[in-house]
Nanobody, 119 residues
Framework: QVQLVESGGGLVQPGGSLRLSCAVSISMFSINAMNWYRQTPGKERELVAG???????NYQESVKGRFTISRDNAKNMVYLQMNSLEPEDTAIYYC?????????????WGQGTQVTVSS
């Protein structure tokens, strides 16, 4: 069974930093794309950052220049480095991977980790 386990969330003051980690239980080389989403109560889940196999990344406009998505294939990990955090970044953050196996696509999600930005 495929598992994605996030960690690294917590309470941080505005202007602070956090690094979210996502441990992936499948081969990183079978992953077509990896993403971080976030969700707040009453709102739809939104894409924060994405990274595809080519190495290209994309970011939500509100986090550009502050967040960085990365991967470590050797450790089967996906990261989201978040700097200059703002109260508006408060949300549950979810790791997501899109796996491509023999022409079939599979979509997996972690359980989420809470990030709270508050003084």
């Amino acid at each position: 069974q495929v598992q994605l386990v996030e960690s690294g969330g917590g309470l941080v003051q505005p202007g602070g930093s956090l690094r979210l980690s996502c441990a992936v239980s499948i081969s990183m080389f079978s992953i077509n794309a990896m993403n971080w989403y976030r969700q707040t109560p009453g709102k739809e889940r939104e894409l924060v950052a994405g990274l595809i196999n080519s190495g290209n990344s994309n970011y939500q406009e509100s986090v550009k220049g502050r967040f960085t998505i990365s991967r470590d294939n050797a450790k089967n990990m996906v990261y989201l480095q978040m700097n200059s955090l703002e109260p508006e970044d408060t949300a549950i953050y979810y790791c997501n991977v899109d796996q491509l196996v023999e022409g079939n696509r599979y979509d997996y999600w972690g359980q989420g980790t809470q990030v709270t930005v508050s003084s």
